[in-house]
């Protein structure tokens, strides 16, 4: 491609609204425009790295055995009525009307339209399993779209739904796309963990997503330092300890602690380290107290909480709430002489609590040399915090520690969750209707494309993965008015191509400067320079990643050109 005729609207200055590299880079080396907030266009150079990560993931799931189809994305409104998630999803859920007033939706995502597509036309054990993906502009009217491509009200993803017969199958299938996802992002160039984490809206249990690891991510990772564990902090277990209580048991007491609510007043102003402090939170679970306690160097994790009482609406209680079960104000709290009303529960890490401090129900009032069993009773003892870095792994090997990472990819076990409530069944052996058991995959392609360049760029600009790359070359004449370069030039343009490299061409009359500045912001792997030696026959070669620079003579150069790609990531 001739830079001449390419359109590619590379910018000098940092857009003023770009708060991140991606953005602004893939705003500034022509990738992408904005239409309205959190609707972007794609310019050739930007579709060009989307396509390439297309072609990936379809060499990827056509090996994992998937098919492709292409479902729509305007979808009938009663089926997410079946499903029960047209009044639950919220208000990221775009809805309109046609012309005769039949409600539809925008597709977010198709758990719907699937099963009732694989509803309508598998009815037998026989055509089981199968794997349906597809590739396609999905809709989310984010409240606040930020950070260009990375989260936007429309974007382009690749969702994969697995029908199984049995549990063993739906295992099978989740490994199989698991692997194909691992192979993605491999050969996307991506450093990423898989991670175990939340199912989320779309329900279903086992679900792990694929993280690129980047400080600008909205997650946070807990990881082992010693093994592959990765998870979510927000449902990553927590080791349960051995809680030796190898400190003699002092007498309880009860102190004055004039307006000490918080743990950091009361570890300050009483000198005592925060983990010998049980920190009391009220719960409300559908409208019942539940008093939780945990270490006060330790937070409540609200979505674990919610796993000890599945299907009831957990919230944390308001001051009114407090003063009304428990008979104080919120920072007072404690198990001691709770009412019998108030059902007490503990994370684990209570247990290794000796002589601690906790809140005595009383205004300006806390007991000292607090110990559970001795002064009270717990009903259950559960992981239900936060898991820290310096925490042991919970698979056992190393300590934990934090990373950012960006969400690209995410798999779920869904079950049957979607195949009982729109009636996608089939016959088993004996002739009896059974419901589908389904599994949903999905990558977000635009996410991959912007976290690609998070991870690769440098202070000049994009440094592109050789997979990825929207061209191998950008082959430079330095000064097109000059005749032997030109024609020099426009031999290798020809005959790189003959060679089968993909090359951009800049055959602009612009400044040596300017030219080389927009090689670097554009980021393709290699560089090659038709210079002032063109009439000897030599080429300037340079290696973007590395900076390394060399002299070939154009004879060789296709032979050093494939080598330089063999060592290419």
Known sequence: MRQSNFLIPTLRDVPADAEIASHQLMVRAGMIRQTASGIYSYLPFGKRVLKKVEEIIRDEMDAAGGQEVLMPAIQPAELWEESGRLGAYGPELIRLKDRHQRDFVLGPTHEEVITSLVRDDIKSYK?????????????????????????????????????????????????????????????????????????????????????????????????????????????????????????????????????????????????????????????MVDEEPVLVLVRGDHEVNDLKLEKVFPGATVEVATPEQALEHMGVEIGYLGPIGAPTSVKVIADQDVQGVVNGLCGANETDKHFKNVNVGRDFEVEQFVDVRFIKEGDPSPDGQGTIKFAKGIEVGHVFKLGTKYSEALGATFLDENGKAQPMIMGCYGIGVSRTVAAIVEQSHD??????????????????????????????????????????FDVLYDDRPERAGVKFKDSDLLGLPI?????????????????????????????????FLEEQFLTLV
């Open 127 to 283: 055509k089981l399993p199968v794997n349906l993906y597809q590739i396609q502009t999905k809709y989310r009217d984010e409240r606040r779209p930020r950070f260009g491509v990375l989260r936007s009200r429309e974007f382009i993803m690749k969702d994969a739904y697995s029908f199984d017969t049995t549990i063993e199958g739906l295992d099978a299938s989740y490994e199989q796309m698991y692997q194909a996802y691992t192979n993605i992002f491999k050969r996307c160039g991506l450093d990423f963990r898989a991670v175990v984490a939340d199912s989320g809206a779309i329900g279903g249990t086992d679900t792990h997503e694929f993280m690129v690891l980047s400080e600008i991510g909205e997650d946070t990772i807990a990881y082992s330092d010693s093994s592959d564990f990765a998870a979510n902090i927000e449902i990553a277990a927590v080791k349960a300890g051995s809680y030796a209580r190898d400190e003699d048991e002092a007498p309880l007491e009860k102190i004055d602690t004039p307006n000490m609510k918080t743990i950091d007043e009361l570890s300050r102003s009483l000198e005592l380290d925060s983990a010998k402090i049980i920190k009391a939170v009220l719960f």
């Open 459 to 500: 202070e000049n600009g994009l440094v592109w993965p050789k997979e990825v790359t929207p061209f191998d070359i950008h082959l430079v004449a330095i000064n097109s008015k000059n005749a032997d370069q030109k024609e020099l030039a426009d031999q290798l343009y020809e005959q790189l191509r003959q060679d089968r």
């Open 527 to 559: 560089r090659v320079g038709v210079g002032k030696r063109a009439a000897e026959g030599i080429v300037e070669v340079k290696l973007r990643k590395s900076g390394e620079m060399f002299e070939v003579e154009v004879s060789n150069l296709k032979a």
